[in-house]
């Protein structure tokens, strides 16, 4: 199968793999999936200021015409050369899916064909089409863990020339992680910070960075998972705050729970326990959340995990329906479901 697991990833990518022009890059860091897609277009060569060899087109819009990806893939550079077609903001889309299968069965020519996903699921149609398909590969993009995070602060700090203190360091670990290109970002701005020192104190740390390890919807569904209503509340208002959309925090909490039940599953049937069950877990999870995960595992019980995910489902179809009202009722659902943890502790 077509596919490379997440600590491969920048390892495919550190040259161009020309034998699949096909790249599906998904995942929950929209950080990270950004950053590596800008990464493997440059590794195409293709020109991409110049709009007539680099396409780029929206999910959506191939939902609606699909014929249109086609067409693109089958165009030929008026001036010569490679061209790439980039579509962000890909689903798990019926369309999208049936052209891509196409496209994988027949092969391109001087095109790439580059397809930036959210948290695609094991067995998604998308994800399905790409991994069986021998001329294209699915490179996942999770959370950094503390290894990745070492190694993201080790390249910055490099490119800046800069040495850190290790009390410094473990803070600075810490405080990131949530998002890559937040991480990024921070670390920049330290290093600007500290561009006049020969090394990064811990002073400059708690100045310069602040705290974006959870700024992800995983926060507000760690705060549904052990019952912290002040927490949710807070958490929930700040996304509504940023006009991102919500209906991406149904989807990580649908995925949350369906990692909890799988560890769930480990700790009733098979006798783990929680804390070997989130050792054991793949992908990894995140540091920062082991603890909130271990507390979760002691909450929910396989039974009223399956029962939350019906209360997910049912959210996600209703929040579809009445789109001027999806916020209350996404709030409500998942309101509902941290009350029920706090009354489960």
């Given at each position: 199968?077509?596919?490379?697991?997440?600590?491969?990833?920048?390892?495919?990518?550190?040259?161009?793999?020309?034998?699949?022009?096909?790249?599906?890059?998904?995942?929950?860091?929209?950080?990270?999936?950004?950053?590596?897609?800008?990464?493997?277009?440059?590794?195409?060569?293709?020109?991409?200021?110049?709009?007539?060899?680099?396409?780029?087109?929206?999910?959506?819009?191939?939902?609606?015409?699909?014929?249109?990806?086609?067409?693109?893939?089958?165009?030929?550079?008026?001036?010569?050369?490679?061209?790439?077609?980039?579509?962000?903001?890909?689903?798990?889309?019926?369309?999208?899916?049936?052209v891509v299968k196409k496209l994988a069965k027949t092969g391109l020519e001087n095109v790439y064909l580059?397809?930036?996903?959210?948290?695609?699921?094991?067995?998604?149609?998308?994800?399905?089409?790409?991994?069986?398909?021998?001329?294209?590969?699915?490179?996942?993009?999770?959370?950094?863990?503390?290894?990745?995070?070492?190694?993201?602060?080790?390249?910055?700090?490099?490119?800046?020339?800069?040495?850190?203190?290790?009390?410094?360091?473990?803070?600075?670990?810490?405080?990131?992680?949530?998002?890559?290109?937040?991480?990024?970002?921070?670390?920049?701005?330290?290093?600007?910070?500290?561009?006049?020192?020969?090394?990064?104190?811990?002073?400059d740390v708690k100045a310069a960075v602040s705290d974006v390890s959870g700024l992800t919807y995983d926060?507000?569904?760690?705060?549904?998972?052990?019952?912290?209503?002040?927490?949710?509340?807070?958490?929930?208002?700040?996304?509504?705050?940023?006009?991102?959309?919500?209906?991406?925090?149904?989807?990580?909490?649908?995925?949350?729970?369906?990692?909890?039940?799988?560890?769930?599953?480990?700790?009733?049937?098979?006798?783990?326990?929680?804390?070997?069950?989130?050792?054991?877990?793949?992908?990894?999870?995140?540091?920062?959340?082991?603890?909130?995960?271990?507390?979760?595992?002691?909450?929910?019980?396989?039974?009223?995990?399956?029962?939350?995910?019906?209360?997910?489902?049912?959210?996600?179809?209703?929040?579809?329906?009445?789109?001027?009202?999806?916020?209350?009722?996404?709030?409500?659902?998942?309101?509902?479901?941290?009350?029920?943890?706090?009354?489960?502790?």
């Amino acid at each position: 199968m077509a596919q490379k697991k997440a600590h491969e990833v920048d390892g495919f990518l550190s040259r161009l793999q020309a034998q699949y022009p096909i790249v599906l890059i998904y995942g929950p860091d929209k950080g990270l999936v950004s950053e590596r897609a800008s990464k493997f277009a440059r590794l195409t060569g293709v020109k991409l200021d110049d709009p007539f060899s680099n396409i780029r087109l929206e999910a959506a819009d191939l939902e609606r015409d699909p014929t249109r990806l086609l067409d693109e893939a089958h165009t030929v550079s008026l001036f010569g050369g490679k061209r790439l077609i980039s579509i962000k903001n890909a689903g798990n889309g019926r369309n999208l899916t049936e052209v891509v299968k196409k496209l994988a069965k027949t092969g391109l020519e001087n095109v790439y064909l580059m397809i930036e996903a959210g948290d695609l699921k094991k067995g998604a149609g998308l994800r399905s089409a790409v991994e069986t398909a021998a001329s294209a590969m699915a490179l996942p993009c999770y959370a950094d863990d503390a290894r990745s995070l070492e190694g993201l602060i080790d390249q910055v700090l490099g490119e800046y020339h800069l040495a850190i203190s290790l009390e410094a360091r473990k803070w600075l670990r810490e405080s990131l992680g949530g998002d890559r290109l937040i991480s990024r970002s921070e670390l920049d701005k330290l290093c600007l910070y500290a561009m006049d020192k020969s090394e990064i104190t811990l002073d400059d740390v708690k100045a310069a960075v602040s705290d974006v390890s959870g700024l992800t919807y995983d926060e507000i569904i760690d705060a549904v998972l052990i019952g912290d209503l002040v927490g949710f509340n807070n958490r929930f208002d700040r996304q509504v705050a940023t006009g991102n959309a919500l209906f991406l925090i149904l989807s990580a909490a649908e995925r949350q729970f369906q990692q909890l039940q799988i560890l769930r599953q480990q700790v009733e049937v098979e006798g783990k326990t929680p804390s070997s069950a989130i050792a054991s877990a793949r992908p990894p999870i995140f540091f920062r959340r082991q603890k909130v995960m271990e507390q979760a595992l002691t909450r929910w019980t396989l039974k009223r995990i399956a029962e939350a995910m019906e209360r997910l489902q049912k959210a996600v179809l209703e929040s579809r329906e009445n789109t001027a009202l999806a916020e209350p009722i996404i709030r409500q659902a998942l309101l509902a479901l941290a009350v029920q943890s706090r009354r489960q502790n």
